[in-house]
C-alpha cells in the first residue's frame, strides 16, 4: 500500500522517474521504517516534548485515544485490578477457614 501510495504521488510530482520506482523505493525505505513504529499488539508512543502530531501507522479495527481518555482507561484498568485482588484475597482468606 505505501509503495502504491508513494508511487502515485511521486508519480505525478516527479515527471522523469516512472512512478512504480518512486512507489517501490518509497516502500522499502517507508516499510523498513514502519517495522521500528508499528503498535499492532500495543504499547506507549512515548513523548517527543511537542504538541504536534505525528504519523501513524494503524490496522483494521485499531481504536485510538486521545491522552484524557487514555489515562481514563488506565485509571479504570488500577480499579478493576483493585476489586480483582481484594476478591481473590477474600476467597482465599475464606478458603482457609
Known sequence: ??????GALAGGAIGGIPGALVGALGGAILGGLADWFLFDTGGYTGDWGTDD??????????????KDD???????VDIVRGISDSISDNLSALAAS
Open 53 to 66: 502530531g505525528k504519523l501513524a501507522v494503524l490496522h483494521e479495527k485499531e481504536l485510538v485515544l486521545n
Open 1 to 6: 500500500m505505501i509503495g502504491g501510495v508513494g
Open 70 to 76: 487514555t489515562e481514563n482507561i488506565l485509571s479504570t
